[in-house]
């Protein structure tokens, strides 16, 4: 099938193309083009403009700081394959291994994969994880989203139509954190059915100080695992403290679709958080400087 008729916009300038979101009925943004342009040849979406921002100067990058802000034009390739980022949160290479194929990567970028929004998105669970803040810019102004505000419903952003996201800011816990990132998906390269990231960062004395656990695929949004964190908070996550975070995780609400039933996510849940706990656990330097 081909998309129905639109008008195509190439803007040069960020502020050309928030003129065009702000002046056009019924527009698109369209960055990589890997979720957009088959929801369009399938007629999922319908639009009368399609704003292709991939000249617009100023929207890529990576920039370490206290805090890891990637610019929302940034293709998934180079997030996965950026030495700095890599050494500072690899979870984040962790969780891009799993997203699509070589050459969905090469196009697709995070702010794309943030403004589609699937429920089962890796770079989503990424940003849940890692407590993103999305940077949004609109004619009106600038406009900073926490990542709990972010979800409005099923595939339904915090975005106003005239809003473009310009980056997204991660918190990364101390370094020396352990990490983990695991999915089960039918196919290499398909969306999970379940996806589990973790980071747990220990303090001197080898208790847990810094817990998080992501998981994707339950719901409209990946969800932290917010009874499982605070369990392991103080621990030196032990085989039975991973154990009982694990155990919480098959008790979270999940949906059944054509993929697994509701039971079948809450077990893959439990098996996924034991793994990805016990693997980011034998990761963590342990309060030791390394
Ligand atoms: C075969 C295949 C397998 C895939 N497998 C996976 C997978 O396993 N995991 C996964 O997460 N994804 C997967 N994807 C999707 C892929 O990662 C896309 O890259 C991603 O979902 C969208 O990124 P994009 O840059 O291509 O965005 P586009 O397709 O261009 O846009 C997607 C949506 O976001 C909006 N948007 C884009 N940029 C912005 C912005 N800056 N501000 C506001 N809104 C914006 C667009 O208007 C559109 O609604 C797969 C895709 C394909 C084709």
Redesign the pocket.
Known sequence: MKASRFDYHRPATRAEALDMLQTLEGA???????????MLNMRYAFVDHVVD?NRVDG?SGIEIGGNVRIG??TR?RHILADPALKARLPVVAAALG????LH?RN???I???L??M?P?????GIATLLDATIHVESKRGPRAVAIADYPQGYMTPN?DPD????GISLAPPAEGHGWSFIEF?QRH????VVAVGTTLAFDAAGKVNDARIVLCGMGIAPLRLAAGEALLMGTAAEPAAIAAAADLATRQDAMSDALASERYRRHLAGVLTHRALTEARARASHGKVQ
């Open positions: 698109k943004i369209l960055a990589g083009g890997q979720s957009l342009v088959p921002i929207l929302a034009m998934q799993f997203v699509g194929h969905t196009r697709g970028t702010g794309g994969s403004g589609h699937d089962a998105a890796e770079l989503f975005l809003e473009m996201i310009v998906a390269g398909d969306f999970a």
